[in-house]
């Protein structure tokens, strides 16, 4: 127990599946959007499976494993966003999640850096 908390200390551990816990409960849209993802020198085509303010499941054909720092880009169309261009999403982060579905790798990402340009 720490002293004079009356509580036993969180381990890191703990401490990082709640922060997975808390990361999952953000509302997440279905938007499925292609992307590309860049892991230690390889890239890689996705598809957003969907994404929330914390984070992005992609679907892909190949595994990224869990603690990789990723690269990756997001096409938002012109058409979907009702402007005249299209949108394109830089980001950094890491793999949290990656696990077999229906054939291919599903990979959840949290999102640590994301920058928007006109594409």
């Known amino acids: 127990m ?5 509580k036993a200390a969180m381990s890191e551990a703990q401490a990082s599946a709640g922060h997975f816990e808390d990361m999952q409960s ?3 849209f279905p938007l499925h959007l292609s992307a590309s993802v860049k892991s230690q020198g390889s ?3 996705a598809e957003t499976e969907n994404i929330s303010a914390n984070g992005v499941l992609f679907a892909m054909d190949n595994d990224v494993p869990v603690g990789s720092m990723v690269d990756f880009t997001i096409l ?5 966003l009702g402007s ?3 949108v394109q999403i830089d980001c950094r982060g ?4 990656s696990f077999e579905d229906r054939g291919r790798r ?3 990402v949290v ?5 928007f340009e006109r594409a």
């Open 2 to 6: 720490a002293a004079g908390s009356g």
């Open 26 to 28: 953000a509302p997440r």
């Open 43 to 45: 890239a890689y085509a």
């Open 76 to 80: 938002l169309p012109a058409d979907v």
């Open 84 to 86: 005249r261009q299209d």
């Open 94 to 97: 890491r793999v949290v999640r």
């Open 106 to 108: 599903g990979v959840g």
């Open 111 to 115: 999102i640590d850096e994301y920058h």
